[in-house]
């Protein structure tokens, strides 16, 4: 078997789950090296993961690892400057949402990708998870009828590190982090159909001290073909990750929930270990998560990656659509900012979008 060499960069909460599903689910590829910002925390993930180089530069893991796929997990503001390095050394590239922080850095990106010729893929998992691609599917066989609203809301309490709450590193707050899913998963669900405008209200409920970004957020999409999106995030919600979709239509409706929908129902009175993400205490009633990383679509979408790669095929998702959720990420912001409907296509010259909503609210 024919196995592709990749490069991951990161060590934290989301490299760890790509690691996980490359060892259990993709015989196809071999990751060869790693990359932290930090050189021990680098050598340690080597270690853990049993990886035979680890670096602290991105450009010697480029040129000396041999690699042919470099896996970014990195945080938001370090996007752009590590794909556009991995272009141009010929390297194929999975990209960790959102593509970027600004659309300059999206459009560059995608530029420099063409130019040499190399793979731009973006890491949308919810556009492969099992639960929500079976809901798709059932509308493809005409489940539903006509679709006339969807809806899709992720929640939990907080994110797993620091760096997420600096709106300097991360561009935003919830919207960036989770609200990025929602609006890729609208336009999976609709085969990229055309958003008409936007309208987002947004504050900071729990977080106050953390962040100036919003950690509480609800996006609602218009699209031509007459479809209303909502989307639902937030950082203030206790008891663990929830997860879930509504898909309603003139003949029928579906819900899915990739988390509660997918775990044992548990009581404990001493606690236990893990239950699921971002849960803060095992006592009690909790819900305990079984095979995480594939219900929720990972293994999937970095298998489909290794073969785009391998067989030279088009990804289902590219750097383009992540554009796409880009631009109504911003247009989001700036709906909060002016309290109205934003129209589309939406662009502004900012350094991060969130300022759109700081600097009008």
């Not at 819900?287 to 219900?295: C, D, S």
Request: a negative charge; aromatic letters at 10%.
């Amino acid at each position: 078997m024919k196995r592709t060499k990749v490069a991951i960069l990161g060590a934290g909460f989301i490299t760890e789950i790509h690691m996980e599903s490359y060892h259990r689910f993709i015989p196809e590829a071999e990751v060869v090296a790693c990359y932290a910002r930090k050189a021990e925390k680098a050598k340690a993930f080597a270690e853990k993961y049993h990886i035979p180089q680890w670096f602290d530069d991105i450009d010697k893991l480029i040129t000396e690892s041999d690699c042919e796929v470099v896996d970014i997990c990195l945080p938001n503001y370090l996007h752009a400057e590590a794909t556009i390095k991995a272009a141009k050394a010929g390297k194929h590239i999975i990209i960790e949402k959102p593509l970027a922080v600004t659309l300059e850095e999206a459009d560059e990106m995608i530029a420099v990708c063409k130019a040499n010729n190399v793979k731009l893929m973006y890491a949308e998992e919810l556009c492969f998870a099992p639960k929500y691609e079976r809901a798709r599917h059932l509308v493809r066989e005409g489940a539903v009828g006509e679709i006339y609203m969807l809806k899709q809301g992720e929640k939990h309490s907080g994110p797993h590190s620091d760096w997420f709450y600096d709106i300097d590193f991360s561009g935003g707050g919830v919207i960036m982090d989770m609200g990025c899913h929602a609006l890729g998963w609208f336009r999976w669900m609709l085969n990229n159909a055309k958003p008409k405008n936007v309208y987002a209200s947004m504050s900071t409920v729990l977080h106050k001290e953390r962040t100036k970004g919003e950690d509480n957020s609800v996006i609602i999409v218009e699209f031509e073909n007459g479809v209303t999106a909502v989307a639902e995030n937030s950082w203030a919600k206790h008891g663990g990750m929830d997860d879930r979709c509504e898909i309603h239509g003139t003949g029928g409706v579906i819900y899915a929930d990739l988390f509660m929908g997918n775990a044992a129902v548990t009581y404990s009175k001493n606690g236990y270990g893990y239950a699921m993400e971002k849960t803060d205490t095992t006592q009690g009633w909790s819900y305990t998560i079984f095979e995480e990383a594939f219900n929720q679509g990972y293994p999937h979408e970095l298998k489909h990656f290794i073969d785009c790669v391998q067989n030279d095929k088009t990804p289902l998702v590219t750097g383009e659509d992540g554009r796409a959720v880009l631009e109504l990420i911003y247009a989001a912001y700036a709906s909060a900012g002016a309290g109205k409907k934003i129209e589309l296509p939406f662009s502004a010259k900012i350094d991060k979008p969130v300022n759109l909503w700081l600097n009008n609210k």
